[in-house]
């Protein structure tokens, strides 16, 4: 296993952190057990496959590894990095080891994926540059998904200095800025926003995962992820509406036929040129651009309309007269299901 550049800069990370948190600030608790019950963790995996696709992947600050885990049962080939001894020592997958993402132990554009879970913002600023450099070096061709703390925005957004005194009561919190600043740091390795936003149905009462989110890509096939996440999105809003209402959103149907549509073109444009980047194709002005800003709005319309529907689930299921109602529920089940 490859050690961390520096051991005691990380000592913070110890049994405490994870199995007692609020000794060292952060709201862990029994860690190995919560996690292996976590439902969020396993639509991450789950995520990751419907939405990539990856043959391989790459977690970093994976701790114990359960999402590792998770995915090589799938049959994906998942490895995660976590520089916390006490994770390594009780891991989830013999994949999870002990290494800085400053000096990752993988070949050249191994992993289709690189993502992480509220990792990055624990960053070292001192060793930011070269573990952004290392990501790009085992991924140079696949994806960047990272999900942490951006100011400005979930439950971000407003009073930034009341957030940062919040978040920094875990001191290993280095990294904690705007979405600009994240999206321009890895720019200077070349990566672009695809301006899209996976939606979560097992997600934080604020949509923190959903909302607090950066996909990025080097060079990429446009259509055929913008299709996946597009989908994605759109199976979570029909999730929810149909949990509060028992049925299908009105005009779903035919707003997914306008997106097939959508990607029929943009499909074909993309088989034309293939390796064309993001940049290249912003830059030139033509028909793709303009594929590219419709697409973006879909996303965002979809994304919206999954929040929306979350929102209104959370406060129903919360509300005393869905409580009171319960035992009504109950007995209309059981009358559908022949029971007397």
């Known amino acids: 296993m490859t050690e961390p550049s520096d051991t005691d800069r990380y000592k913070h990370f110890d049994s405490d952190y994870y199995e007692d948190g609020a000794k060292k600030g952060t709201v862990y608790r029994d860690y190995r057990a919560e996690t292996r019950r976590n439902r969020t963790y396993f ?28 995915l090589n049962d799938l049959g994906v080939e998942a490895h995660g990095i976590d520089v916390s001894s006490w994770s390594v020592d009780n891991r989830e997958h013999e994949n999870v080891i002990l290494s800085g993402a400053e000096s990752l132990p993988y070949p050249d554009d191994y992993f289709d994926v690189v993502f992480s879970v509220h990792s990055l913002e624990h960053l ?31 439950p971000y957004c407003g009073d930034t200095f009341g957030h940062l005194i919040s978040l920094r009561s875990d001191p290993t919190h280095n990294l904690l800025f705007n979405r600009d600043w994240w999206l321009r740091e890895w720019g200077r390795q070349g990566w672009h926003d695809t301006w899209l936003q996976i939606a979560f149905l097992h997600d934080g009462q604020h949509f923190e995962l959903t909302k607090c989110q950066y996909i990025l890509s080097r060079s ?10 597009l989908r994605h999105d759109t199976q979570v809003a029909r999730g929810l509406h149909s949990t509060l209402h028992g049925k299908p959103p009105p005009g779903l149907d035919i707003h997914l036929k306008r997106l097939s549509d959508t990607f029929v073109h943009s499909d074909a444009a993309s088989a034309e040129n293939p390796g064309t980047s993001w940049h290249d194709i912003a830059k030139s002005g033509d028909g793709p651009t303009d594929v590219i800003q419709r697409l973006q709005q879909e996303a965002r319309a979809a994304r919206q309309e999954a929040e929306h529907y979350k929102k209104a689930y959370v406060e129903t299921i919360h509300s005393t007269c869905w409580k009171i109602t319960a035992p009504l529920r109950w007995l209309k089940t059981r009358g559908r299901s022949g029971g007397g």
Not at 129 to 152: K, N
Not at 220 to 229: A, M
């Open 43 to 70: 639509e991450i995996v789950e995520t990751i496959i419907e939405c990539f696709q990856p043959k391989r992947v790459l977690e970093i600050g994976c701790a114990t590894g359960i999402v590792v885990k998770h």
């Open 124 to 154: 070292p600023s001192d060793v930011k540059d070269a573990a952004f450099a290392e990501m790009t070096r085992v991924c140079g061709s696949g994806i960047q998904f990272h999900m942490l703390p951006i100011l400005g925005a979930g």
């Open 220 to 229: 990429l096939t446009i259509g055929d992820l913008y299709k996946r996440v």
